[in-house]
């Protein structure tokens, strides 16, 4: 007797396919030819599988990840279910494995401001186009008294003050833009002055000169926001006038040459030379950027006419070659958290070489700029909500709190969550293993890459993804240690100790080595997660707030756009809360940077958020010790606290 | 028969000598072996052997020098005198040949401000000696935050800003600075914070912390005024707490060697690196300036924390590095005349990197900030006189005016009254003949050298004694020629043409080579002196002015000290007029730059004199190059203008 076959047509492909009962719909799906991913391999974890079920009845053996609105949609989970009658089924468009570079990402992600201000009415640089009168012997007033002239009566600019290096070409400039006059006749000086109209500490300065440039270029001012973070620096090019983000990228601060965590960089700046070094390092790497930037946007660098960075204080410290010394011994004493605006060359940037320089303020020697940036960008500063913000990096700083109050802290997560001191990690770049999903039987990973090519190595969230996945599995236990009892070739004993391979060697970009978590590595994900978990814990405890209270989380830092919630909860990074309070604002840093570079009113905000922030020194406090040694387990040693992941650990292993 | 003889005894020193009638009271003292000057060599010209005859009866071949009042005292020229009866003479103290050097006698000259002013209420720079409570765990600000907080509850200073060099020695610095504590217990950290008060062009700026030192130095505050001529660089060290002159030096400027005018300079400056080269030769003058007088007082140069400039506008351009090219074209235009502050470190000065350098605002591309110092320190700006300034440097800038107005020209003197551009030139210092009388019957000269040592050299003065010398006694003719027909050896044709030997080489310092005046050499003092004078020609006669009518005549400039106005008038470098009318003010630009530099109402009065002075381009004024060629002899054309000099040479000649 043949089997019952049940013909199922699937849309929008318009094919169609007979199976027997008790086949699963993704199997089918196979058959027929359709694209299809199935990331977790069939295991109904990942609920990427999605298809709606338009006509027919199904007999769902898991309906995990689908919300009971979907339910009554006819959704189900293609590797869960099975036909009881013909179907008719719908395949969701698949999500585009080739996922654009994150700074093509990041501009595409960042159209506008993130927070409402009114940026136009006062930009701290703006343009001035002049047509200037050349001079006579019955006019000869000088170069500069004549510009100021101009710029009085053509554009009410008063007391205008000017730096030597303008100063310097300023009688060539003027003459060379005769030239650039009108051919039918002289036409006299036409030049574009480029001016900052007073500084960002004192508005009533008086407007500076800080380039002139032959004919009209006052269309656009060029200007960038930057965050220089421990592992990675991100740059931005912004057009002030247009108030448009044009484009970003980023690269590793190239001190990491010199330490990985902020404390090893200190110790290297008390080296003869290492705090000069380090400053020309990362200043080399935000050259390098501006370059990449300027290139790609066919600009010149030196056109750039103001910069805002945000980042921790150990971090601007470095950049301004600040002695970093005390921030690390107690009482933990940076030089400044506010600091004064410096020009672009002091500091060797490429940009115009008078551009100022600002340097967002920050809480402490633990609480930087990047962060007053983040609570700025995510516009907690505003709400009444109780907010927890998160900014992941290779410190976890987290700020509690809402518009009438914030209260703060650091704990030193190290960079293994920027891909940075873990064996195979690597940034969140083409070639990066973003996300991993273990097969509970074979043990065999799946794993998406960003850009669609072969791997070259693993980034943060991919780890996380990756760790999360070993844990549930089964391939790692609570305190990390793999499963050697396991049979499969994937856990061995490597040059580095006991790993598990993510990738051969044969499937990688350069075919030479595979791509492994190493013990080591997920000792250093352990720590990393459980000192930012543990800090959370502090926090909270110490203004009397349950983790309860909490109405909405917001994660920043330089992969908090791409990190998994489900999967950061079940390695214990993040707390077990419903997953609809939580929001990813991607890199907060520069974000705010961004923001405040645009707008005055912005700027002054940041230093609000500063002056209004409690600071929460850790390293005196003992209850971070005990949190910290209470969270090195998977999820933690209270597993009261992660009850979803408790349920579907037990359901995963007793499966 | 024996001549009668007379007995002349001499007081103080008591001795005594009976020599015939007719014998000159000069030879009666060289035979009584009394130490005694005969600068003119006995011609009765120079008034140096002034005796006073107290008892006796005497017969004067001559009393010129002599005034009427001295007459009635007794007073005669020892050269000039015989006596008719036994004599008692009393010789005054012999001029003590050893004279100061230069920036002694400077110290020695300026002991207070030329001008009247209320320097004490607001000086630019103040220090502040601070003790701060180190920080805490539960006081954990941030060392700059805490340093403010400290000078303003100790000191009312608000608002305090600072660049990144002294920020980046803060951390150190304070901590250092509590060995310095009391030494019986922990006495807080103990500073003293240096702080420009304001800035020169906005008071209402904030203040900005230029240094921090360990321990108390708030009893003195070190700053320097300096000059930067186009030949001689002086530099002024002074102290802004007690107002007081502390000591000064010059140099020649090491920019010499790349031109000696200010056109050549600026067409050095146009070849490439030209500029920036010109730029550190200064820079390398006044810093090899500035240790000496740091070397000599013991101070720090680094504790220089305020220096004023005064300069003319090409040299100010090349001290900024400013392209000075259209300063050379016409219509004649600089890039400014009024230079906004720098700091030192932006020139390489080596004073404190942060401190102030402030050039003083001049006029136009041919009167600057030297000119408006000289006015400032002259009080010329005060007075209801109508006043002639003259300023003989390189260039020579004349101010004519009053309180109510002021009017201003430039001609080009060259080097030569700086002892540059003349074969045995040098700058007034050790080894310079500064004093020249030359016998009318041997030609033989007598000269004065500056430290009592063997010549090396003729400075400015020197040269106008000389030359006035050479054209009184016939040595040189009307148009400079030497006359070849008078029987000397000191005439000759020498190496470089027909020359007059002031020194053998024998006497000289090196014993190498003659000390001479060559025919090239005066022609450049000719062509020195007639540019000057036809300034002062065109000047006058543009404001419908008769010589007559100036009330007083201030002689300004580098050498302005020291030259004999007798002299001068002799060659026709100054005007013909009653003595009393003429003032030697000295360096009336470093005068003016310590006075701007101590005083902030004489600073803003410096830009008031700017604003109100009235500049005359000569390069567009034909009536200059009519004068000018008037002006190419000895003393002028119109020897009518010069009546003194004209009823001395005919005395002269007719001897």
């Known amino acids: 007797m043949l089997p019952a076959l049940n013909k199922i047509v699937f849309r929008p492909e318009a094919k169609s396919i007979e199976i027997p009962k008790d086949t699963l719909l993704s199997e089918a799906i196979a058959q027929a030819g359709v694209r299809f991913n199935l990331p977790c391999g069939g295991q109904g974890r990942c609920g990427r599988c999605k298809v709606v079920v338009e006509q027919g009845e199904i007999k769902r053996r898991s309906s995990s990840r689908i919300s009971p609105v979907e339910l ?118 036409q030049v574009t002055a480029i001016l900052e109209m007073g500084t960002w500490v004192d508005e009533d300065a008086p407007p500076r000169l800080i380039d002139l440039r032959p004919g009209d270029h006052s269309g656009r001012t060029l200007a960038c926001a930057v965050d220089i973070g421990t592992t990675s620096n991100v740059v931005c090019l912004v057009d002030l006038v247009s108030g448009r983000f044009i484009d970003s990228t980023l690269a590793y601060n190239a001190q990491i040459s010199c330490g990985e965590d902020v404390i090893s960089r200190i110790l290297y700046a008390r080296k003869e030379g290492g705090l000069q070094h380090l400053q020309r390092l990362v200043v080399q790497t935000i050259n390098e950027l501006l370059h990449e930037l300027a290139e790609r946007n066919q600009v010149d660098p030196g056109e750039i006419y103001a910069m805002t960075v945000a980042g921790n204080t150990t971090m601007i410290h470095l950049f301004l070659a600040l002695d970093p010394s005390f921030i690390r011994l107690e009482p933990y004493i940076p030089t400044v958290t506010y600091p004064l605006p410096v020009r672009a060359s002091e500091l060797g940037l490429h940009i115009c070489p008078e551009a100022t320089v600002d340097c967002l303020p920050g809480v402490g020697a633990y609480v930087g700029g990047d962060i007053t940036a983040g609570v700025l960008s995510s516009s907690m500063f505003k709400t009444d909500k109780l907010t927890l913000f998160i900014d992941v990096g290779t410190n976890g700083e987290i700020v509690l709190g809402n518009a009438d109050w914030l209260i703060s802290c650091a704990c030193s997560a190290g960079p293994a969550f920027e891909g940075a001191g873990v064996r195979s990690g690597m940034r969140a770049t083409a070639g990066a293993i973003e996300e991993v999903w273990i097969n509970a039987d074979t043990y065999e990973p799946t794993y998406r890459v960003i850009g669609d090519v072969p791997p070259r190595g693993i980034c943060g969230s991919g780890m996380i993804s990756l760790l999360a996945e070993m844990f549930i599995i089964g391939v790692a236990d609570k305190s990390g240690r793999l499963n050697r009892a396991l049979h499969t070739p994937r856990i061995r004993i490597g040059e580095h100790g006991p790993e598990y391979v993510v990738a051969w060697a044969k499937e990688t970009q350069n075919q030479k080595e595979d791509i492994v978590l190493t013990e080591v590595d997920i000792s250093n994900l352990i720590r990393a997660k459980g000192a930012i978990y543990a800090g959370f814990s502090v926090l909270t405890t110490s203004v009397g707030i349950d983790l309860a209270d909490v109405e909405e989380v917001l994660i920043g830092g330089a992969f908090g756009k791409y990190i998994d919630i489900e999967k950061a909860i079940q390695i214990g990074l993040l707390p077990d809360m419903p997953w609809e309070r939580f929001k990813y604002l991607g890199n907060t840093s520069v974000l705010g940077a961004f923001t405040a570079l645009l707008c005055r009113d912005m700027r002054r905000e940041v230093v609000e958020i500063a002056k209004k922030m409690t600071y929460l020194e850790l390293s005196a406090d003992n209850r971070f010790m005990e949190q910290f040694t209470s969270a090195l387990f998977l999820p933690h040693t209270d597993t009261t606290a992660f009850p979803s992941v408790m349920r579907l650990l037990n359901k995963s292993r007793g499966s």
């Open 72 to 189: 009554e949609q006819g959704y189900a989970l293609a590797c869960q279910t099975t036909p009881l009658s013909d179907l008719q089924v719908f395949i969701p468009p698949q999500e585009a494995i080739v996922r654009k570079l994150p700074s093509e990402k990041a501009a595409a992600e960042i159209p506008t401001l993130p927070v409402e201000c009114d940026w136009q009415s006062n930009p701290i640089v703006r343009k001035f186009f002049v047509t200037i009168e050349p001079p006579s012997l019955s006019d000869n007033t000088t170069d500069f008294e004549r510009l100021k002239r101009e710029l009085a009566r053509q554009h009410n600019i008063k007391d205008l003050v000017a730096n030597l290096p303008v100063l310097r070409k300023l009688a060539r400039t003027l003459r060379e833009s005769e030239r650039s006059g009108d051919p039918c006749g002289r036409a006299g000086w």
